[in-house]
């Protein structure tokens, strides 16, 4: 069986090898990867889109990273377990300090999960400029659990004609309207124009598996195949019991596997579709959705078919997750402890939008948080040493934790967890004092079948909430929305997971220790890198705007709403200033109530 990137010349054997070496040369290009613009990317090896790693459950893969860049830069292998190995997880100022320009840093993964996975930087956001890639781990042969004769891999990508930081540069800035005007991405499919990717060749009566990877920044795609049945196998590296379905929509940082049988004849040919999409970003044509399509090629002198019909059905099936069960028939894990979480955006004392959890917006500490966790001693296990704005919950290891996040927004948000993957148990209508939309409003209680599905990265629908089971490891395992936009502006938390186990059991390479203070980054104490409770050195961190700044802003023109309020739409004007400090008195007193 062998591997095919569709989008590539040639073909990728899966490696044999019990280690396998992995060169990586960043650098800055400049490319036209859409076909519509020219701008500057981050390539590995001068080359974009960057190839798969490809390996086999077992291996040891060792990532040697030269940053060519002009900033600090990290590597995070999404999805991976690290087990005793959380040290290499990569993301900045949470398990280490970034690789400095010029230097270089190797990360070595111990593969104990198999599956369709990616890796992407972690500093800087730098996903949306090129620096993400597909990272697939094989079974072993002869160890299968499902039949297939042929895989083949498609990648999914927005691309926006600006870098991340212009873009972030529109959003923070406090005299712009919030949220900024839309910016359309084009999608990239295998690294190039969705609509001439390679062609998938079927022959009659052969299987494919096909696997579906979301590298996205802030779209998801909708792919289907239209005249064939697809079983879904695998959720983010997690095999399931095969799930039939017409269509899956895959979040930003999602991954699916699915089964594909030919049909018997090669009289025609076939369109995948794959529509690129933000539900959030009101319709344009030609601008999004956008919708893209490839060929299954049978014969290439075949017509191919007419399956319009396919998507008038009334019974339609989109996948959905917790319908799904994990193929080892593992049943839901009874918790020990339950963690909840509020998720949103608020208005600043900054002026500025930020994105939150409990009402705590994200901020980088000053020490990275694992090295906080080993040279805290006793006070590890107290989240206060972890500052104010990394959001830390401290997790016994072993606890059975259930957390719960409510999403009180019209948007949806696909939330990755580190480190391990989780159950989804339930999902079911958001807590919210607000008045909900009346197309989210009945929205149903849905609980898990016997086996819960596991996987890694949540996507929790508009105006939901949705709880998960996970066991407590020893690790410092971060959780953050995968809206790069999002996590950039707050939405992310960190848990301590068992560190007084941690500081028996992990030792760090001398090198991470030696990237800090090239930097002159401190790399014990609290966060601050002070002794206890000293955050002496801390930025201070942003407040909720208060009733008079919120009403301030409201007589602005262009002014936004309080963003958790529902259907808060476009900006607001001046011409409806009145109606906006109504709504920002309101929010405020339902805050602090």
Known sequence: MKLYFASCIGLFAVAAAKRVVVDWDLS???????????RRAISVNGKLPIPPILATIGDTVELNVHNGLDRPTTIHAHGLFQTNNTHMDGPAMITQCGIPPGDSFTYMYKLENRGSYWIH????????????????INDKPNEHPYQYDEDYLLTFEDWFKEEFADRMYQTLNPKESFPPPHGYASGLINGVNGNVTQELKFHPGKTYRIRLVNMGDLNSF????????????EADGEYSV????????IAPAQRYSVLVKAHDTDAYNYHFNATMHANFIPASPGLTPRVYTGNIEYNKNSPYQDTRAFYEKPDFKWLNDIEMEALDGQPAMIPT???????????????????????ITFAMPNVPTLFTALSMGSLAMDPRVYGPQTNAVVLNYGEIVELTINSP???PHPIHRHGLTFQIVEYGPASTPFPIPEKFQNIPVRNALAAPMRRDTMSIPEYSYIKVRFRAVSAINILHCHYSVHAAIGMDMVFIEGP????????VPEKMYEMCRKQGIPTTGNAAGNKGFDFTGLPTAPALADLPNALALADQPNAPALADQPNSGPPQTHLNSFFLKFTCLLAYFLHFY
């Open 28 to 38: 800055y290009i400049s490319i036209d990867r859409d076909g519509h613009s020219q």
């Open 121 to 136: 930087g972690h500093q800087a956001h730098e996903i949306s400029d090129g620096l993400r890639a597909a990272f697939i």
């Open 222 to 233: 909708q792919f289907s195949l239209p005249g064939h049945d697809m079983q879904v196998i």
């Open 242 to 249: 095969p799930y039939i379905t017409d269509g899956i929509d």
């Open 337 to 359: 402890r339950n963690v909840y979480q509020d998720i949103g955006n608020k208005l600043y004392n900054t002026g500025q939008h930020l994105d939150h959890i409990n009402n």
């Open 409 to 411: 927004a019209q948007l």
């Open 500 to 507: 007084d186990v941690l500081q028996k059991t992990l030792r």
